[in-house]
């Protein structure tokens, strides 16, 4: 019995150093938190499934994935032996600290979470064409002028183009300026201003709206400032600008607005527009889908852009004709050809009412004009079309037609279209102000005809009428035309090349008939030992000059007033009179301005009839290229 007694205590101390060996060796294991909570996790979900277990079992078996090893025989042993109670605890304080983990680990990640709400904000300013421009800093250099930054308004110029016209002051805004108190802007003196609702990512190409939009709108209008709204456009397609100009409409809907809705299209240095290389045709064309789409909504289109980009990127004649332009050159003077009526000429402005630099413009007003624009309603006041003009034309040269057309009261412009057979439709060639009255088409080919039409138009509240289309005008160049040499020993060939046989020499102001072009050789009618001949000879060593048409202007008993017509690119005029006696014409009269188009010749008998003849000269090569002489003209002293 006592054998039995001592063998079966030397079993029970035997167990328990195998349990104390057991926990020694499971407290060296390192321990993987996110694969517990997983397990834990995934435990208590077949827990939920399962029907009648305990807690405790679920204690019991946590401990058994935690070890990673799962043995089922030690846990049964451990689950069916009293004396292992307190292990059997040891797996519910574990759970408690896998719990404690869990709720703890939300905690964690809460840094990560915030770090990745702030790097979408700063893509956000990143992807905003806006960012350092709007700021009044970082500003790209195609809106300077010659001179320094402008800041001081009192230092701008206008354009004499404006005397006579009202001029208002205005800013700009958008979220890159802060907090604005209008009632100081408004006390300042401001009288309008733009306010910036939405723009289209520079890198992602998404449309996006100005957080300080709504707060600056119903601000500005509740301190009397007139409002008008702008997008910052990335658009690279007609279809783009169309979706901001719909974009745009969105952010105003419910708005006092009483300016012009804003295309505002500029570049971004590395950004999607600069990098898509577009054409100037199609970046007028993307301007113009926009302002269509806002006129169509019944509020007047503004296309914003500054000097570089008017003048080398877009048509912007083709813009003007149709809609308002606000020019930004950030200058004394805006120096710009081109039509505009609203200029920003600094980004480093100062107002009342705004912390930092603030955009500044002017608003040209027209005497006359209502100040009204469209407000979305189509309410906005009616411009009445002018009078179709009468188009008239002739050929100018071999290579040129000269159009005219009668001046029409209160046009604003004249739109000038030629046919395009290649299109089968008219398209626009020029848009000239109100007090042109001609247009020379260059470029033209030799003895062709061409067709032509004009409309006139007229802007006002921000809206532009036309006309209807004049009556079609059909012209022809010259099939032939004369020209004189203009240098010694000039080759005449067989062909328009070097290489080809020269067929003979000629010398300065010999005449040639010019019938035809071939790249820089005219083609030629000449004589080679007596027969004629086509030759070819370098456009660049002969000189077309016009011959003037002569007219008697009036007479006196000893004097004869002669008259004829300017020649373009004439230096001067040489004028003969016929000698009786001698029998041939004698020069009596060199003049050596070509803008000169009279002489009286004195000392004349009276009741004797005279008769003159004129040419024009050009000096080329410090030589004198003459034209032919034009028809004769006789005129009458009085008794």
Not at 390 to 410: E, Q
Request: proline share 3%; net charge positive.
């Amino acid at each position: 019995m006592k054998r039995r007694q001592k063998l079966i205590a030397l079993l029970l101390v035997m167990s328990m150093g195998f349990a104390v060996f057991s926990d020694a060796a499971l407290a060296k294991e390192p321990v993987d938190t996110e694969a517990r909570t997983e397990t834990a996790a995934e435990i208590t979900d077949a827990e939920g499934t399962a029907e009648g277990k305990q807690p405790a079992e679920s204690g019991t078996g946590t401990e058994g994935q935690e070890t990673g090893k799962g043995d089922g025989a030690q846990s049964g042993k451990t689950e069916g032996n009293p004396e292992e109670k307190p292990k059997a605890e040891q797996p519910a304080e574990e759970k408690d600290a896998a719990d404690t983990a869990k709720q703890s680990e939300p905690e964690k990640e809460a840094e990560p979470e915030d770090a990745d709400i702030t790097e979408e904000v700063q893509d956000a300013d990143f992807d905003d064409p806006g960012r350092g421009r709007l700021g009044g800093y970082d500003v790209p250099e195609e809106f300077y002028g010659s001179s320094m930054k402008m800041r001081a308004a009192s230092s701008v110029k206008h354009d004499s183009r404006f005397n006579g016209y009202t001029i208002k002051q205005g800013i700009d805004v958008s979220k890159w300026n802060k907090t604005v108190n209008w009632s100081s802007v408004k006390n300042a003196g401001i009288e309008f201003a733009f306010v910036r609702t939405s723009y289209r990512g520079t890198e992602t190409g998404k449309l996006a709206k100005d957080e300080t939009a709504a707060t600056n709108m119903t601000g500005a209008a509740a301190a009397g400032v007139k409002v008008g709204a702008y997008i910052f456009s990335q658009a690279i397609t007609k279809a783009e600008a169309v979706a901001e100009a719909d974009y745009l409409l969105q952010t105003v809907k419910g708005y006092n607005i009483t300016m012009p809705l804003v295309f505002d299209f500029e570049y971004y240095a590395g950004g999607r527009l600069s990098k898509a290389k577009l054409s100037r045709r199609a970046q007028t064309d993307i301007c113009l889908a926009f302002c269509d789409r806002i006129k169509a909504a019944g509020y007047t289109p503004l296309v914003y852009a500054n000097y570089s980009m008017l003048k080398d990127d877009l048509y912007a004649s083709e813009i003007t004709a149709k809609y308002p332009v606000w020019l930004a050159r950030y200058n004394s003077t805006a120096s710009y050809d081109g039509e505009y009526d609203f200029w920003q000429y600094t980004s480093e402005g100062r107002v009342s009412g705004i912390s930092g630099n603030v955009d500044m413009n002017y608003w040209y007003i027209k005497p006359g004009d209502n100040m009204l624009f469209g407000t979305g309603s189509g309410s906005s006041v009616q411009v009445t079309a002018p009078a179709t003009p009468s188009l008239s034309g002739k050929a100018d040269s071999y290579d040129r037609v000269k159009l005219s057309w009668k001046k029409v009261s209160g046009a604003s412009g004249y739109i000038l279209y030629r046919y395009d057979s290649s299109k089968k439709k008219y398209v626009r060639i020029k848009t000239a102000g109100s007090s042109t009255t001609s247009y020379t088409d260059t470029g033209r080919s030799m003895g062709k005809t061409y067709k032509y039409k004009i409309k006139s138009y007229k802007k006002a509240s921000g809206q532009t009428a036309y006309s209807s289309a004049s009556k079609e005008v059909s012209v022809k160049t010259e099939s032939t035309m004369t020209g004189k040499v203009n240098s010694s020993g000039v080759a005449v060939r067989s062909g328009p090349s070097t290489s080809k046989k020269r067929l003979k020499s000629v010398g300065r102001n010999t005449g040639v008939t010019i019938t035809g072009t071939s790249g820089s050789w005219y083609k030629i009618s000449i004589k080679v030992s007596g027969k004629k001949k086509t030759g070819y000879i370098k456009k660049s060593y002969v000189t077309i000059i016009r011959k003037p048409t002569l007219s008697i202007a009036s007479a006196s008993k000893s004097k004869i007033k002669l008259k004829w017509n300017k020649i373009s690119g004439a230096s001067g005029y040489e004028i003969q009179r016929y000698n009786s006696s001698k029998k041939k014409y004698t020069t009596v009269k060199t003049i050596s301005k070509g803008s000169t188009t009279s002489y009286t010749n004195g000392s004349l008998k009276k009741n004797t009839t005279y008769k003159y003849r004129i040419r024009s000269y050009k000096k080329v090569k410090g030589k004198k290229i003459y034209s032919y002489y034009c028809s004769a003209k006789r005129g009458k002293t009085t008794k």
